[in-house]
């Protein structure tokens, strides 16, 4: 390597919530590791700093989507964006983050030198667009699950004729204005009914305009538990109980739904019809046709989402769209839909390594033929850790889970003096048909991006279990004994 390359021992893509908790781990469990972040954006944050839509908020519980080792302090469970950002900063500036962070550097490609245990790195820089290398032994992809430039939207019929605005959240401007005018949001899940409730406290109308329903759930904002055990235990203390808590509630309501799906459905829409009453039709508008966690569950703080359906402020109506027309949206019922402004919370469009090209030795990988390790290696593909968090439960326990895991990956390898560790699939071993990289998950944004991932076999360590007990045992596996890894 001549004197002018950079290198590094790891290199981490992505700061927002999980990059920036791998560096606080790193810098805690690895402190002779070098290392820097690389952000595509201007600013940290991730999904907390890109989306500005009103009302944008958790839909966990913030013991459970904050860092295992910073407690949250606040009185809000359910938090508001612009909260979780100023959380996620202050983890950067406490634990001096920030200076490692090489801001408006997007991966364009990384390719492993197979004889000299590196990643090469070929960097964009997205304001100047010129173009820059790095090397390291170690890459940490932290680089979120979607595309930040460009959100699913359908291609409706006549989109082009509508005279008012069309906007979609992820692309959301402050500037929009929304006061008296008439809102159509499209969509049912979490963006949707987070949008709802705080557009109808300016808009003359809003609709949400739905294709099928969706789950809610009804929680108060404020965990009255969290705040007792503050005042009874120290604040560190109060969190780890309360986290270990809330963990063990998200675990039983997912793994009922997969045992008794028709005994939790029932549960879920008595709580709906005690909150609405007569004043909307549930089994029209809020009975999904599929059982709970076959896709998402939607949480409702406060119960707000019911209260502007009751007080007349919002609309549900459950149809599908004939096409777009100057006025607004005609519906196949023959209803149509006024509008000033429609709002396609339609959802996300899936990009796996952040849209990076992997190469091994100057050729590219096709991840989708490969395996899953774990749900956080690939196969043949050496010294790299991709970080995707729970689906059924909140993104951060398994970013923490999986930092911890790299940590005692890292420091295993310098006991052994090894450069690299590949997670290698034996030809040797009778493969099933494989599963897709997400399994029993029905939502949309998942289906159409499942083709373009790994996928994952029936047995362990082939596996992506989207389960946080199991993968406690998983990660916590002793290095030294683990077949599927070759150290090198």
């Known amino acids: 390597m001549s004197e002018n390359e950079e290198y590094k021992d790891i290199v981490i893509v992505g700061a927002g919530l999980s990059g920036i908790g791998a560096a606080c781990h790193l810098k805690r469990e690895c402190p002779n590791k070098n290392f820097i972040i690389l952000e595509a954006r201007a600013s940290i944050g991730g999904t907390w700093d890109l989306f500005k839509y009103p009302g944008i908020r958790s839909d966990s519980d913030m013991f459970t989507l904050g860092y295992k080792f910073k407690p949250w302090r606040s009185g809000k469970a359910i938090a508001d964006g612009p909260s979780i950002l100023k959380y996620i900063k202050e983890t950067a500036e406490e634990n001096k983050i920030v200076e490692s962070i090489r801001f408006n550097k997007t991966l364009v490609e990384a390719n492993w030198d197979s004889l000299n245990k590196t990643w090469k790195l070929k960097l964009k820089d997205t304001l100047s667009k010129t173009y820059a290398y790095i090397k390291c032994n170690f890459l940490y992809m932290c680089s979120g699950y979607y595309n930040y430039e460009k959100p699913y939207?359908?291609?409706?019929?006549?989109?082009?004729?509508?005279?008012?605005?069309?906007?979609?959240?992820?692309?959301?401007?402050?500037?929009?204005?929304?006061?008296?005018?008439?809102?159509?949001?499209?969509?049912?899940?979490?963006?949707?009914?987070?949008?709802?409730?705080?557009?109808?406290?300016?808009?003359?109308?809003?609709?949400?305009?739905?294709?099928?329903?969706?789950?809610?759930?009804?929680?108060?904002?404020?965990?009255?538990?969290?705040?007792?055990?503050?005042?009874?235990?120290?604040?560190?203390?109060?969190?780890?109980?309360?986290?270990?808590?809330?963990?063990?509630?998200?675990?039983?309501?997912?793994?009922?739904?997969?045992?008794?799906?028709?005994?939790?459905?029932?549960?879920?829409?008595?709580?709906?019809?005690?909150?609405?009453?007569?004043?909307?039709?549930?089994?029209?508008?809020?009975?999904?046709?599929?059982?709970?966690?076959?896709?998402?569950?939607?949480?409702?703080?406060?119960?707000?989402?019911?209260?502007?359906?009751?007080?007349?402020?919002?609309?549900?109506?459950?149809?599908?769209?004939?096409?777009?027309?100057?006025?607004?949206?005609?519906?196949?019922?023959?209803?149509?839909?006024?509008?000033?402004?429609?709002?396609?919370?339609?959802?996300?469009?899936?990009?796996?390594?952040?849209?990076?090209?992997?190469?091994?030795?100057?050729?590219?990988?096709?991840?989708?033929?490969?395996?899953?390790?774990?749900?956080i290696m690939i196969s043949d593909i050496p010294n790299m850790v991709s970080t995707f968090g729970y689906i059924n439960a909140s993104w951060t326990l398994r970013a923490d889970l999986i930092s911890e895991w790299v940590c005692k990956l890292i420091n295993f390898m310098d006991q052994e003096r090894s450069k690299s560790v590949t997670p290698i699939a034996s030809d040797t071993v009778n493969w099933p048909e494989p599963k897709d990289w997400i399994d029993d998950f029905s939502s949309g944004y998942m289906k159409r991006a499942m083709k373009n991932f790994p996928k994952q076999s029936k047995s362990q360590p082939w596996i992506n279990s989207q389960d946080y007990r199991l993968e406690k045992k998983l990660f916590n596996q002793a290095l030294r004994d683990d077949k599927a890894l070759i150290f090198h």
């Open 153 to 375: 939207c359908p291609d409706f019929l006549g989109a082009k004729n509508f005279k008012g605005t069309i906007i979609h959240p992820q692309l959301w401007k402050e500037s929009t204005n929304y006061t008296n005018k008439f809102v159509t949001v499209i969509g049912s899940g979490a963006t949707a009914v987070t949008l709802v409730p705080e557009l109808a406290k300016k808009a003359r109308k809003v609709v949400m305009l739905q294709r099928s329903p969706t789950y809610l759930i009804a929680r108060p904002s404020e965990d009255w538990f969290a705040n007792l055990m503050r005042v009874v235990f120290s604040s560190r203390l109060a969190y780890a109980i309360t986290r270990f808590r809330n963990i063990l509630f998200q675990e039983y309501i997912y793994k009922k739904s997969r045992r008794h799906p028709t005994k939790l459905k029932n549960k879920l829409l008595r709580e709906v019809r005690k909150e609405v009453g007569d004043s909307i039709n549930v089994d029209q508008h809020l009975t999904p046709k599929y059982n709970p966690w076959d896709q998402r569950l939607c949480l409702i703080p406060d119960g707000n989402l019911y209260d502007v359906l009751k007080n007349k402020k919002a609309e549900i109506v459950t149809d599908e769209i004939i096409e777009f027309n100057e006025f607004g949206i005609r519906l196949k019922s023959g209803r149509q839909l006024d509008s000033d402004i429609i709002i396609t919370a339609t959802g996300l469009n899936l990009q796996i390594m952040g849209g990076a090209t992997i190469k091994i030795d100057s050729e590219e990988v096709d991840l989708s033929k490969c395996w899953t390790y774990k749900g």
